[in-house]
């Protein structure tokens, strides 16, 4: 892959982790603020396809120095996910306030 491409493609990758993001996000602060389980399943849906494109672009990054930064953007990205996934647990349990707060919280 020359080095046009992998620009090309991180960019790509870039965009659509940036997109399923936004959409994840707002899906769990949708159910923690509403306790539909449609949100989560949105969200079970989704997520896998944003872990494969951070993945992706992580090892994209590897093999170009300047790159390296993204990866503690997608780090952070996991982070969330994480974040995300304790808030629909808390609404399956019935405890869209303890959601709410959490997703709040620093």
């Keep these: 892959m020359t080095r046009h491409e992998l620009t090309r493609e991180l960019t790509e990758l870039r965009g659509r982790i940036l997109l399923r993001d936004e959409t994840l996000t707002m899906s769990v602060r949708l159910a923690a603020a509403t306790g539909n389980e449609d949100w989560i399943r949105r969200y079970q849906m989704a997520e896998p396809k944003l872990v494969s ?37 808390l609404v399956r349990e019935g405890r869209a306030t303890a959601a709410s707060a959490l997703l709040s919280s620093p």
């Design 53 to 89: 494109d951070i993945e992706k672009a992580i090892e994209l990054a590897d093999s170009v120095p300047v790159e390296r930064a993204v990866k503690a953007t997608e780090d952070a990205n996991f982070a969330l996910i994480d974040l995300e996934l304790r808030s629909f647990e």
